[in-house]
């Protein structure tokens, strides 16, 4: 006899992902949907830096959701290779900010956050040109790979009972007593209990496609195109993450360095450009002259969820009563997501919070 999911996802990225195996670990029946394959969207495209670029300058309620995170990680990453097998790379490569003309901001935040931080050393001004005595260094701050993290997530979900459905576009809803009864695609329906829409980029057009003028609250989340290089090296070329003027370096355990990244309001367009290429490659010499001969081996693009101020929705819909949003993480969404998807699991099952729940409200400024 088929169970109806004691909780319904659609949209299957890292939001999803690590909210699913709350549920999930507390025993919840969980199904996620995604109009594609999951995690091949924003998660699989961005960077994994667990921390978002120069978090004084941003909305302390993202602060509150990445020091919760950066808390969980460790345990997190070993949990999933113990129960997989599937190694996420977790690694606190540390994070170099070169040319900060605020250091005092930053480093009152991170006194602030017990983040600890020092300046360059003197091999780091060596290596980087751009380094100066306004850089910022905290050791602590790690990466993860977001492909093998998603990875990692969907064995540990699917082995927890968990059903993932993909390449099925939900296109219909039916409402009934300010409560939604049933979801549907084009060929297939589905009987519902709670529903998480964890859609990212797509979550204000789906919203509006879905509801359209039958709800007046809808989230104002819009896609923010990001391109992004690998470049090819030696293992061990680059030993931290560096970041200048909203654009970094970052380099993987097998020696590939990852050079981000663009920020273009284009809709929901992914293409690339030889100008974005240039641009980034130009960046990554400048930034580090080592990599003046280094091949570049991909390059791509993806679409985060932004909002106004980059703050996530993580609510229950103040109009339809089963219906729950997590969205709007923009680049943060690794940084931010073991604490977002605690924050959730908080709200459906309807106990205390550990963060203030109002700062992800449909009624707070996003």
Not at 1 to 17: H, K, L
Not at 82 to 106: C, F, R, V
Not at 213 to 239: C, H, R, Y
């Amino acid at each position: 006899m088929y169970s109806i999911p004691d909780i319904t996802f659609v949209g299957g990225g890292i939001t999803s992902f690590l909210s699913a195996r709350l549920f999930a670990l507390a025993g919840a029946n969980v199904t996620i949907i995604d109009k594609n394959q999951t995690g091949k969207e924003s998660s699989w495209a961005g960077g994994g830096i667990l921390l978002p670029l120069y978090p004084w300058r941003q909305a302390d309620a993202i602060s509150q959701l990445v020091i919760r995170s950066i808390e969980a990680y460790p345990e997190l990453a070993q949990a999933l290779i113990d129960s997989t097998g599937l190694d996420p790379e977790y690694i606190e490569s540390g994070l170099l900010m070169s040319q900060l003309t605020d250091l005092d901001k930053a480093q009152e935040w991170c006194a602030k956050y017990s983040i600890d931080c020092c300046s360059a050393n003197r091999q780091q001004l060596e290596n980087f040109p751009q380094i100066n005595n306004q850089s910022l260094y905290m050791d602590s701050i790690a990466q993860v790979r977001n492909p093998r993290l998603l990875k990692s997530l969907k064995q540990d979900l699917l082995q927890r009972g968990v059903n993932i459905i993909e390449n099925c576009a939900i296109e219909k809803v039916s409402i009934k007593n300010n409560r939604i009864t049933e979801i549907a695609s084009e060929s297939d329906s589905f009987n519902v209990n709670s529903v998480i829409i964890t859609a990212g980029a797509w979550t204000g057009t789906l919203c509006r496609q879905l509801f359209g003028g039958t709800i007046a609250e809808q989230p104002d989340v819009f896609p923010v195109k990001g391109q992004m290089l690998i470049l090819d090296t030696a293992v061990n070329t680059l030993d931290t993450i560096i970041l200048e003027n909203d654009r970094y370096l970052i380099p993987r355990s097998d020696g590939k360095i990852l050079c981000g990244s663009t920020v273009e309001y284009a809709d929901f367009d992914k293409s690339t450009s030889e100008q974005a290429q240039q641009s980034l490659l130009a960046f990554a010499r400048k930034l580090f002259p080592a990599l003046e001969s280094a091949p570049i081996i991909h390059h791509w693009a993806g679409l985060r969820p932004g909002t106004q101020q980059g703050i996530p929705y993580i609510d229950i819909h103040p109009e339809i009563n089963n219906l729950a949003i997590s969205a709007g993480h923009f680049r943060n969404g690794f940084a931010m997501g073991p604490a977002s998807a605690q924050l959730l699991f908080e709200i459906i099952t309807k106990q205390p919070t550990t963060i203030d729940a109002a700062l992800y409200q449909f009624s707070a400024k996003h």
